[in-house]
């Protein structure tokens, strides 16, 4: 071990996590300050907005899904031709 390294107890170590704690709450309370209040109103369209994109992309990935679903099965049909020829 360095000259300057220390042991790290129990009571070092809370008291590190406080430290950092109160940093912590310091900065936020700063952040705080900074912020602004913007109306919810704005927000709302836009919210809207994306709640109807996501209804209009399930309705698609379901017929992706059914699509994928026929491909599949025509797969496996192609493949069980393909054996009765070899076979």
Do not use: C, H, P, W
Request: charge should be positive; aromatic fraction near 6%.
């Amino acid at each position: 071990m360095s000259k300057n390294s220390k042991k790290l107890t129990s009571r070092l170590l809370y008291r590190l996590v406080l430290e950092e704690k109160e940093k912590y709450e310091k900065d936020l309370v700063a952040a705080a300050k900074k912020t602004r209040e913007v109306d919810a109103g704005d927000y709302a369209d836009t919210l809207e907005k994306e709640i109807d994109y996501l209804a209009v992309l399930k309705i698609k990935e379901a017929l992706a899904k059914k699509s994928l679903k026929s491909i599949l099965e025509q797969k496996a049909r192609a493949k069980k031709r393909l054996r009765r020829f070899k076979g």
